[in-house]
């Protein structure tokens, strides 16, 4: 088995907020979905996922009932780190997204800033942020910090400075590239923000957005980052062929790692770089 230092960490993001139900049938919406999805990910290599809930209606919900059945259900089928995204959708309200920790998942998303999110504007205010990141300290549930800005790593830093390093003393960002209005989905854009990173960071993975999915993942697999894939993010496999299932993309962003000598890492060894607690 490949060492931690030698592997890739490879999260899956199944269904996000943004597509509807109506248009994509296949995405994962419901809980009977998301956990097939999970288990399938798992054998295809993923070590993570990275959740947003839909309701009844495969509308994004923020509902604690619906969260923590799903995190309960995914631990108990498979032994993925389960983060839920505290971003919701973009007309989530503020406080409503701080109740995402109430579901007591193993990790949680902190987007760094707000930054305009195609013809809206995902916002994400300092008094926000401070909030989320204390009471995940509190909590033991460990924060991964979404940068979708290059000001968002100016942010992180200002995080640092002010609470402290996270629970369990890890600092693992992702780079969320090719948002329309934000961070280019580019291999420069995302060595410019590695280059900026703080000293405290111990880890990074990388996110492109619809058609800079690929090229993203290979600059990050290439300049030793890891890998956050799914249709969150993208549901075109290639030209012509839309994603029939999360497992796909994982299987090939498990390749390409494999094939860049540094395989997917397990669950164990994911737990050990982003410094989440065993299971009880």
Same mark, same amino acid.
């Given at each position: 088995? @490949?060492? @931690?230092? /030698?592997?890739?960490?490879?999260? +899956?993001?199944? !269904?996000?907020?943004?597509?509807?139900?109506?248009?994509? $049938?296949?995405?994962?919406?419901?809980?009977?979905?998301? =956990?097939? *999805?999970?288990?399938?990910?798992?054998?295809?290599?993923?070590?993570?996922?990275?959740?947003?809930?839909?309701?009844?209606?495969?509308?994004?919900?923020?509902?604690?009932?619906?969260?923590?059945?799903?995190?309960?259900?995914?631990?108990?089928?498979?032994?993925?780190?389960?983060?839920?995204?505290?971003?919701? &959708?973009?007309?989530?309200?503020?406080?409503?997204?701080?109740? =995402?920790?109430?579901?007591?998942?193993? /990790?949680?998303?902190?987007?760094?800033? !707000?930054?305009?999110?195609?013809?809206?504007?995902?916002?994400?205010?300092?008094?926000?942020? /401070?909030?989320?990141? +204390?009471?995940?300290?509190?909590?033991?549930?460990?924060?991964?910090?979404?940068?979708?800005?290059?000001?968002? =790593?100016?942010?992180?830093?200002?995080?640092?400075?002010?609470?402290?390093?996270?629970?369990?003393?890890?600092?693992?960002?992702?780079? +969320?590239?090719? +948002?329309?209005?934000?961070?280019?989905?580019?291999?420069?854009?995302?060595?410019?923000?590695?280059?900026?990173?703080?000293?405290?960071?111990?880890?990074?993975?990388?996110?492109?957005?619809?058609?800079?999915?690929?090229?993203?993942?290979?600059?990050?697999? /290439?300049?030793?980052?890891?890998?956050?894939?799914?249709?969150?993010?993208?549901? =075109?496999? @290639?030209?012509?062929?839309?994603?029939?299932?999360? &497992?796909?993309?994982?299987?090939?962003?498990?390749?390409?790692? *494999?094939?860049?000598?540094?395989?997917?890492?397990? !669950?164990?060894? @994911?737990?050990?770089?982003?410094?989440?607690? $065993?299971?009880?």
């Amino acid at each position: 088995m @490949a060492t @931690a230092a /030698s592997a890739t960490l490879i999260t +899956v993001a199944p !269904t996000g907020a943004e597509h509807a139900k109506a248009d994509v $049938p296949q995405l994962p919406t419901t809980l009977d979905e998301l =956990v097939e *999805t999970a288990r399938t990910c798992e054998t295809a290599g993923a070590a993570l996922i990275h959740l947003h809930i839909r309701d009844d209606e495969h509308r994004p919900t923020l509902d604690g009932g619906h969260l923590r059945a799903a995190v309960e259900a995914i631990r108990s089928e498979t032994d993925l780190i389960v983060q839920l995204s505290t971003g919701g &959708s973009v007309h989530d309200p503020l406080d409503q997204r701080l109740t =995402v920790l109430d579901a007591e998942p193993d /990790s949680c998303s902190l987007t760094c800033g !707000t930054t305009n999110f195609g013809d809206d504007v995902f916002l994400n205010p300092w008094g926000f942020m /401070s909030d989320l990141y +204390v009471r995940a300290q509190e909590r033991e549930v460990v924060p991964e910090f979404e940068l979708f800005e290059l000001g968002h =790593v100016h942010a992180l830093r200002r995080l640092l400075d002010t609470h402290g390093l996270p629970f369990g003393g890890k600092v693992h960002v992702d780079f +969320v590239l090719g +948002v329309p209005g934000a961070m280019p989905g580019t291999a420069a854009a995302l060595m410019t923000g590695v280059a900026m990173l703080p000293d405290e960071v111990t880890s990074w993975s990388a996110t492109g957005i619809g058609r800079t999915h690929l090229p993203v993942l290979a600059a990050a697999l /290439s300049a030793g980052g890891h890998l956050r894939v799914g249709m969150e993010d993208n549901v =075109v496999f @290639a030209r012509g062929q839309q994603v029939q299932h999360n &497992s796909e993309l994982v299987a090939r962003a498990a390749v390409l790692a *494999t094939t860049m000598q540094r395989p997917p890492m397990s !669950t164990a060894q @994911a737990r050990e770089l982003l410094g989440i607690k $065993p299971r009880p």
